[in-house]
């Protein structure tokens, strides 16, 4: 699964350190660090090398403030930020990859009424990805986020209605959940839709 997830808000670590302006090895020092790198090292070469490795080092140094703070707001109860950092947890951004830690985040946002974590929770589920694999449970999360219009959830209870995985297989309720995602153009959803007209045309749509 990928952290990917639509609705998930991006941090931009190392772009926010690159355009901070109390930033030590922003854009304005850049030329005068190379010429003093020059300087001690004696080529251009060596330069760029030292303040390259400077450079990533503020970086590193801001994306572990940005984590820590990202943390606090987490453990203070925010929903988005629980799902941020679970985010960061299962894609091994700036902190190990853990995907227990991931559900433990999600589920936690998940409760809270996002349907983003309720998605992604659906995924791990659906995968047994940091947690014991459960088609059933991984049904009830899609449904929760399909419930407030989330279209790969929609989609994603959808095949799970058409190959009876953690639900009852219904044709009918995959063809509304297909057709749902569709209307909001998703196109693995439009592709669905057509290939179960074709094994149950009935389905389709009478014309007018």
């Known amino acids: 699964m990928t952290g990917r997830r639509h609705g998930i808000r991006k941090l931009r670590l190392k772009a926010d350190c ?50 820590k703070a990202l943390q606090e707001e987490a453990n203070g109860g925010d929903a988005s930020a629980q799902l941020e950092l679970g985010t960061l947890y299962q894609n091994g951004q700036g902190v190990p990859q853990d995907n227990a830690k991931a559900a433990e985040l999600w589920t936690k946002a998940a409760n809270q009424g996002l349907a983003a974590a309720q998605f992604n929770l659906g995924l791990l589920y659906q995968n047994g990805d940091g947690v014991p694999k459960d088609t059933a449970k991984a049904a009830e999360w899609y449904q929760k986020a399909a419930d407030q219009g989330d279209a790969e ?56």
Do not use: C
Request: aromatic fraction near 8%; glycine fraction near 6%.
């Open 153 to 208: 959830a929609q989609f994603s209870l959808a095949l799970l209605y058409v190959q009876g995985q953690g639900v009852k297989k219904s044709p009918p309720e995959a063809a509304r959940l297909y057709q749902k995602a569709a209307d909001q153009g998703h196109e693995k959803a439009k592709k669905g839709l057509e290939g179960l007209y074709q094994q149950h045309p009935d389905l389709r749509p009478k014309s007018p």
């Open 18 to 67: 690159e355009e901070r302006p109390e930033n030590m090895f922003g854009k304005q020092i850049y030329a005068v660090l190379a010429l003093s790198a020059v300087f001690l090292t004696g080529t251009s070469a060596l330069a760029e090398d030292f303040v390259d490795q400077r450079v990533d080092q503020a970086m590193d140094k801001a994306e572990s403030a940005e984590i």
